[in-house]
């Protein structure tokens, strides 16, 4: 609740609600309609997701949002067993996000019912990184750490990761973090079209975005422990 009453301080009156299947719900909000939703959860799906279709301008943007799950462990397991610590030595958490992001690719980008859709931006907090990054990580592409971007990499080829081609043009490796103690895990995707439109993208780290820990927890008091992936686009 309360979704329609926050979006609308930014002048946003379109606000769409991915599965609720804990505590984090993945939304989106937006200046322009948003003509579909589809709630991305279920088995196997820890946070759960969304994928929503905007019209900007009379084009047809699918946006798809997820938010994977978080722990080294496999979802079904309570932290601190014998059971979790076996299944975090057999990568379970990786194999859990892995799975999550086959899942909502499945259900929408991959999905036939979409194959005529050409406008996409896949984006989220992943809880994973991209062996794109390796020189930064030097874990080597099979490391568990990359599954889930490598399903994305080596399964949906309709979509490029942004950031990093911005970042990259003229093919310098650079690592745009997208949390406040460094790393990346939190991508945007587009399809070409998208990538074709796309003028800047960045995470910045200053002002309000920078956070405060409260001392007391994991938890940001100020914004989160994570930075905004912005990326702007002008049709072209």
Same mark, same amino acid.
């Given at each position: 609740t309360g979704w329609i009453e926050l979006a609308a301080r930014f002048g946003?009156?379109? +606000?769409? +609600?991915g599965a609720h299947q804990d505590n984090y719900p993945v939304v989106?909000? @937006?200046?322009?309609?948003i003509k579909f939703t589809q709630r991305l959860g279920g088995k196997g799906i820890s946070h759960g997701g969304i994928h929503s279709q905007v019209e900007v301008d009379g084009k047809v943007v699918n946006l798809v949002g997820f938010h994977t799950w978080p722990q080294a462990y496999e979802m079904g397991h309570?932290? /601190?067993?014998?059971?979790?610590?076996? @299944?975090?030595?057999?990568? /379970? /958490?990786? *194999? #859990?996000?892995?799975?999550?992001?086959?899942?909502?690719?499945? =259900? @929408?980008i991959l999905n036939p019912e979409f194959a005529d859709e050409k406008y996409w931006i896949i984006t989220g907090d992943m809880n994973c990184s991209t062996p794109l990054d390796d020189r930064d990580y030097n874990f080597g592409w099979e490391n568990p750490r990359y599954? !889930?971007?490598?399903?994305?990499?080596?399964? +949906?080829?309709q979509v490029t990761d942004l950031v990093k081609v911005y970042n990259c043009p003229?093919? =310098?490796?650079?690592m745009v973090w997208s949390t406040q103690g460094g790393g990346r895990i939190d991508l945007m995707y587009g399809s070409e079209p998208m990538l074709n439109s796309m003028i800047k993208a960045k995470s910045p780290q200053v002002g309000f #975005? #920078? !956070? *405060? =820990?409260? /001392?007391i927890s994991n938890f940001w008091s100020q914004s989160s422990d994570h930075l905004p992936v912005i990326v702007d686009f002008i049709w072209r």
């Open positions: 946003h009156p379109y +606000v769409a +609600v989106i909000t @937006s200046k322009y309609p309570k932290r /601190g067993t014998p059971e979790a610590n076996e @299944s975090i030595r057999r990568h /379970g /958490g990786h *194999k #859990t996000r892995k799975d999550e992001f086959q899942a909502f690719m499945e =259900r @929408s599954w !889930g971007q490598k399903y994305m990499l080596e399964n +949906v080829k003229d093919k =310098r490796d650079i #975005t #920078t !956070g *405060k =820990r409260t /001392g």
